[in-house]
Nanobody, 126 residues
């Protein structure tokens, strides 16, 4: 089981950028498919982006609402998965969670993951 820790959230003005990081305590994420989800107050958790385990192609996936603005990647050591968020909008405001599944394919469904982080707050002001 991977204990996940997110970092990089904060307050930013509309049009700005943030980079979120997801790391697993005591282990590498290289053998995991990793997804990012977000949940705004009063709304259900929604898919943001995912990257599959390299053994399943290392493919990336994005929700339509963030396509072209967000980029998911692994760092060179594959210990961390990054979510670069550009051109942020107030509607991107939410708690962002990373999730992982061993040898996962990068599902867009939260049920496709076994491990979850505690979340990091992203607030975009208008």
């Amino acid at each position: 089981q991977a204990q996940l820790v997110e970092s990089g959230g904060g307050l930013v003005q509309a049009g700005g950028s943030l980079r979120l990081s997801c790391a697993a305590s005591g282990r590498t994420l290289s053998n995991y498919g990793v997804g990012w989800f977000r949940q705004a107050p009063g709304k259900e958790r929604e898919f943001v982006s995912a990257i599959s385990w390299r053994g399943r192609g290392g493919f990336t996936y994005y929700a339509d609402s963030v396509k072209g603005r967000f980029t998911i990647s692994r760092d060179s050591t594959e210990n961390t998965v990054l979510l670069q968020m550009n051109s942020l909008k107030p509607e991107d405001t939410a708690v962002y969670y990373c999730a992982a599944k061993l040898r996962g394919g990068g599902s867009s469904y939260y049920t496709g993951y076994d491990d979850w982080g505690q979340g990091t707050q992203v607030t975009v002001s208008s």
